[in-house]
Antibody
Framework: QVHLQESGPGLVKPSETLSLTCTVS?????????WGWIRQPPGTGLEWIGS???????YYNPSLKSRVTISVDTSKNQFSLNLSSVTAADTAVYYC???????????WGQGTLVTVSS | EIVLTQSPGTLSLSPGERATLSCRAS???????LAWYQQKPGQAPRLLIY???RRAGGIPDRFSGSGSGTDFTLTISRLEPEDFAVYYC???????????FGGGTKVEVK
């Protein structure tokens, strides 16, 4: 069974960089899956941030592309999200996700709330 | 960019009733790339339907998806107490690869 768990600071100051890590168990991130990040501001809907494939292709939401970096650490079976120059609008629950297809996601982490505030 | 519009925003129904949720796309979407999720308060979304009409693993057969082109529907044949939640449609665009979600439909107890 594939299990994903997000970790990282729950509070980030404006203009700083939000950094989260997703630890995967039950499957290797270097195998034939797609992995990514999706966020949900409080009380609103879902927004895709970006995804990557086991082959190394990375895709970002065009609206966030200039501020987002997704990277993978196969030795730790983890992947990470960095979002720079954050503002209050980046306050959200951040989910890491995975699936054998890039078209939808079956596996979700429980989510972690990140608040941007001074 | 394809925009997904879900309607109604809120659906008030009683247990045992049939729920019909709509997802309309601003441009034609490949049926292969349309999915539905269920989200309960405080929980991550759960994949219900993929490829417009295929149920994900463990999803009861009272959930069904249909549609093509720009109009897609999620139907819950008989609402169970655990089905009251928010439902999102999602489409995948391949050039460039992107995912977009609809705004959601809340199914609440009447």
């Amino acid at each position: 069974q594939v299990h994903l768990q997000e970790s990282g600071p729950g509070l980030v100051k404006p203009s700083e960089t939000l950094s989260l890590t997703c630890t995967v168990s039950g499957y290797s991130v270097s195998n034939g899956f797609f992995w990514g990040w999706i966020r949900q501001p409080p009380g609103t809907g879902l927004e895709w941030i970006g995804s990557f494939s086991h082959s190394g292709s990375i895709y970002y939401n065009p609206s966030l592309k200039s501020r987002v970096t997704i990277s993978v650490d196969t030795s730790k079976n983890q992947f990470s999200l960095n979002l720079s120059s954050v503002t209050a609008a980046d306050t959200a629950v951040y989910y890491c996700v995975g699936d054998s297809r890039s078209s939808w996601y079956y596996y979700w982490g429980q989510g972690t709330l990140v608040t941007v505030s001074s | 960019e394809i925009v997904l519009t879900q309607s109604p925003g809120t659906l008030s129904l009683s247990p045992g009733e049939r729920a019909t949720l709509s997802c309309r796309a601003s441009q034609s979407v490949s049926s292969s790339y349309l999915a539905w999720y269920q989200q309960k308060p405080g929980q991550a979304p759960r994949l219900l339907i993929y490829g417009a009409s295929r149920r994900a693993g463990g999803i009861p057969d009272r959930f069904s998806g249909s549609g093509s082109g720009t109009d897609f529907t999620l139907t819950i044949s008989r609402l169970e107490p655990e089905d009251f939640a928010v439902y999102y449609c999602q489409q995948y665009g391949s050039s460039p690869p992107t995912l977009t979600f609809g705004g959601g439909t809340k199914v609440e107890v009447k």
